[in-house]
T-cell receptor
Framework: GQSLEQPSEVTAVEGAIVQINCTYQ??????LSWYQQHDGGAPTFLSY????GLEETGRFSSFLSRSDSYGYLLLQELQMKDSASYFC?????????????FGTGTRLLVSP | GAVVSQHPSWVICKSGTSVKIECRSL??????MFWYRQFPKQSLMLMAT?????????EQGVEKDKFLINHASLTLSTLTVTSAHPEDSSFYIC??????????FGAGTRLSVL
C-alpha cells in the first residue's frame, strides 16, 4: 500500500521560514502534492511535484527527491494566516493512478 | 481556481435516518470524484472513488451498502449515508479531479447523528 509520514506539529513566529517534511512509500510514484487546510475548512491545493527539484509559488516552495522518497514544503515570510494543517499526498500505481492518498498532516502554529 | 460545491455544509439527523450529500463541480466536468472522511485533528481518509456512469470503487473497510454513491452526471456525485448512527458522525469531504495533477475539494459536510 501507500504510506506517508509528516511531523505532527511545527511552531514558528511571524516572518520566519519553516520546512515541513514528508516521506512516502508507494509503488509506481506519480507525484507529490501539498494541501493546506484551515480548521473546519476544505483542503486547498498548494503545489505539485512530479519531477525532482524545487517548485516555487510565491511564499511557498515545494521540493521533491524521488530517489529518497522525500519531499518538503517550505513556507517563507510566515504570516498568522498560515496557521493551518498541511498535508502531503501521493498518487501511486498500486492503488490506481486516480487516487490521492494523504499523509498524516502537520499542524503549523504561527505566533506573533 | 475551479470550484467544487458541496451541500449541505452541516446536517443533524436522528439515528436510523438517511442523509444525502451532494457534490458538484461548478466550472469543469469531472469524470472522477472522490469522497473522504475526516475525524477531528486527523488526516483525510479516502472512502471511495466515484466514476461517472459506473459503480463506485470503495476502499477496504468501507461498507458500500452503508455509503451509497451515485455519479449520474459529469458534474454531480452524491453520497448517501444510510441508516446513520452516532459513529457515522464525521466531516465528509468530496473532491473532483480537474486534471492529472489537481483535485479541488468541496467545503465539507459536518454530519452529527443523534
Amino acid at each position: 500500500g501507500q504510506s506517508l509520514e509528516q511531523p505532527s506539529e511545527v511552531t514558528a513566529v511571524e516572518g520566519a521560514i519553516v520546512q515541513i517534511n514528508c516521506t512516502y512509500q508507494t509503488s509506481g510514484f506519480y507525484g507529490l502534492s501539498w494541501y493546506q487546510q484551515h480548521d473546519g475548512g476544505a483542503p486547498t491545493f498548494l503545489s505539485y511535484n512530479a519531477l525532482d527539484g524545487l517548485e516555487e509559488t510565491g511564499r511557498f516552495s515545494s521540493f521533491l527527491s524521488r530517489s529518497d522518497s522525500y519531499g518538503y514544503l517550505l513556507l517563507q515570510e510566515l504570516q498568522m494566516k498560515d496557521s493551518a494543517s498541511y498535508f502531503c499526498a501521493v498518487r501511486g500505481r498500486n492503488t490506481g493512478f486516480q487516487k490521492l492518498v494523504f499523509g498524516t498532516g502537520t499542524r503549523l502554529l504561527v505566533s506573533p | 481556481g475551479a470550484v467544487v460545491s458541496q451541500h449541505p455544509s452541516w446536517v443533524i439527523c436522528k439515528s436510523g435516518t438517511s442523509v444525502k450529500i451532494e457534490c458538484r463541480s461548478l466550472d469543469f466536468q469531472a469524470t472522477t470524484m472522490f469522497w473522504y472522511r475526516q475525524f477531528p485533528k486527523q488526516s483525510l481518509m479516502l472512502m471511495a472513488t466515484s466514476n461517472e456512469g459506473s459503480k463506485a470503487t470503495y476502499e477496504q473497510g468501507v461498507e458500500k451498502d452503508k455509503f451509497l454513491i451515485n455519479h449520474a452526471s459529469l458534474t454531480l456525485s452524491t453520497l448517501t449515508v444510510t441508516s446513520a448512527h452516532p459513529e457515522d458522525s464525521s466531516f465528509y469531504i468530496c473532491s473532483a479531479r480537474e486534471s492529472e495533477n489537481i483535485q479541488y475539494f468541496g467545503a465539507g459536510t459536518r454530519l452529527s447523528v443523534l
